[in-house]
Antibody, heavy 117, light 108 residues
Framework: QLQLQESGAGLVKPSETLSLTCTVS??????????WGWLRQPPGKGLEWIGS???????YYNPSLKSRVTISVDTSKNQFSLKLSSVTAADTAVYYC?????????WGQGALVTVSS | EIVLTQSPGTLSLSPGERATLSCRAS???????LAWYQQKPGQAPRLLIY???SRATGIPDRFSGSGSGTDFTLTISRLEPEDFAVYYC?????????FGPGTKVDIK
């Protein structure tokens, strides 16, 4: 059974870089035909797609965040990661990792990241 | 970017009733690549429907999706107590993938 688990700092200072890692178990990232994605949800608000990566390293990002986002993959650790630079309070959200190439069936439990000094 | 609008914002119904949720896109969704999710407080979204009308694995048949182009509908034929939640539509036909603002189905 596929499981995804987000990990990383829960509190980030304004202007710094948010970093999260998603550890995948129950399936191999490199053996998958799916993309692996990051999405977020500000408290009490709706969902936003951040971007996705294929095991080969091919990525595509939401243009609204593209200048600040980097998604990378480490197949040796069966993990993929998110970095979001120059964060502000508007980046406070629950961040989810998920598997899918458009629609997302498997999700992590989510990680709350608060941007505050 | 395709903007999705969901209506109504809140739907107040009783268990056993039929729920009809609407999702309208600002332009045609390519290949009807439209998904529906259910989300309960403190939980990740749960995929219900993809490709506008295909039920995801393990989803009860009281959930059905329909529509094409710019107009899509999620129908819950008979509400069970566990169905009271927020429902989101999402298009993945063109990048960036986008979500609607959600419809909350609450108990009347």
């Amino acid at each position: 059974q596929l499981q995804l688990q987000e990990s990383g700092a829960g509190l980030v200072k304004p202007s710094e870089t948010l970093s999260l890692t998603c550890t995948v178990s129950g399936a191999s990232i490199s053996g998958s035909t799916y993309y692996w994605g990051w999405l977020r949800q500000p408290p009490g608000k709706g969902l936003e797609w951040i971007g996705s990566i294929f095991y080969s390293g091919s990525t595509y990002y939401n243009p609204s965040l593209k200048s600040r986002v980097t998604i990378s993959v480490d197949t040796s650790k069966n993990q993929f990661s998110l970095k979001l630079s120059s964060v502000t309070a508007a980046d406070t959200a629950v961040y989810y990792c998920a598997r899918g190439s458009g629609w997302y069936r498997e999700w992590g439990q989510g990680a709350l990241v608060t941007v505050s000094s | 970017e395709i903007v999705l609008t969901q209506s109504p914002g809140t739907l107040s119904l009783s268990p056993g009733e039929r729920a009809t949720l609407s999702c309208r896109a600002s332009q045609s969704v390519s290949n009807n690549y439209l998904a529906w999710y259910q989300q309960k407080p403190g939980q990740a979204p749960r995929l219900l429907i993809y490709g506008a009308s295909s039920r995801a694995t393990g989803i009860p048949d009281r959930f059905s999706g329909s529509g094409s182009g710019t107009d899509f509908t999620l129908t819950i034929s008979r509400l069970e107590p566990e169905d009271f939640a927020v429902y989101y539509c999402q298009q993945y036909g063109s990048s960036p993938f986008t979500f609607g603002p959600g419809t909350k189905v609450d108990i009347k």
